[in-house]
Antibody, heavy 121, light 107 residues
Framework: QVQLVESGGGVVQPGRSLRLSCVASGFTFSTYGMHWVRQAPGKGLEWVAV????????YYSNSVTGRFTISRDNSKNTLYVQMNSLRAEDTAVYYCAKDRTDRWYGGFDYWGQGTLVTVSS | DIQMTQSPSSLSASVGDRVTITCRASQGISNYLTWYQQKPGKVPKVLIYAASTLQSGVPSRFSGSGSGTDFTLTISSLQPEDAATYYC?????????FGQGTRLEIK
């Protein structure tokens, strides 16, 4: 069965960096687009970034462009997001999600359980 | 960016009621729309994708319709376990966008 397991969350000071990981299993990771989505405490869902199946194409939300970098290692079945210059408003549960297609044309069919990032001094 | 506007923002209904939630896109997105259900502390669950395709394992009381800019999620006979927040999502083009959510309470 498909599993997505995020890790790397924690408490970080404003301005610092953090890298999240998402290990995938149960499907051929290298053939699907992958996303990061976040949800601030008590708020709605916010899409963060997407990467195509082979990593050549990426897109970001306006709120993280220039600060976050999505990447993947298909040999390790792992998705990453490098988060730099973190702000208090980046505090959220971060989910990785699998697309139905090799890019972002299919919507999500599986989500991970999420990892909490708290940006606070 | 395409804006997704859900209505209502919240509603309360009784068991057995027919419930409708609408989602409007700021520009046409064909049928590139997903509906999610999220319960407190839980991961969002896919209900409907491609605007009207029922995700495997989802009860048939859930249905979706629409194309272009106007979409609807319908629960034909509300059950107690349907209390949740519902989100629509556009995936026609990046950046992908979500509606603000509709909180459904059971009377």
């Amino acid at each position: 069965q498909v599993q997505l397991v995020e890790s790397g969350g924690g408490v970080v000071q404003p301005g610092r960096s953090l890298r999240l990981s998402c290990v995938a299993s149960g499907f051929t990771f290298s053939t699907y687009g992958m996303h990061w989505v976040r949800q601030a405490p008590g708020k709605g869902l916010e899409w963060v970034a997407v990467i195509s199946y082979e990593g050549s194409s990426t897109y970001y939300s306006n709120s993280v462009t220039g600060r976050f970098t999505i990447s993947r290692d298909n040999s390790k079945n792992t998705l990453y997001v490098q988060m730099n210059s973190l702000r208090a408003e980046d505090t959220a549960v971060y989910y990785c999600a699998k697309d139905r297609t090799d890019r972002w044309y299919g919507g999500f069919d599986y989500w991970g359980q999420g990892t909490l990032v708290t940006v606070s001094s | 960016d395409i804006q997704m506007t859900q209505s209502p923002s919240s509603l309360s209904a009784s068991v057995g009621d027919r419930v409708t939630i609408t989602c409007r896109a700021s520009q046409g997105i064909s049928n590139y729309l997903t509906w999610y259900q999220q319960k407190p502390g839980k991961v969002p669950k896919v209900l409907i994708y491609a605007a009207s395709t029922l995700q495997s394992g989802v009860p048939s009381r859930f249905s979706g319709s629409g194309s272009g800019t106007d979409f609807t999620l319908t629960i034909s006979s509300l059950q107690p376990e349907d209390a949740a927040t519902y989100y629509c999502q556009n995936y026609n083009v990046a950046p992908i966008t979500f509606g603000q959510g509709t909180r459904l309470e059971i009377k």
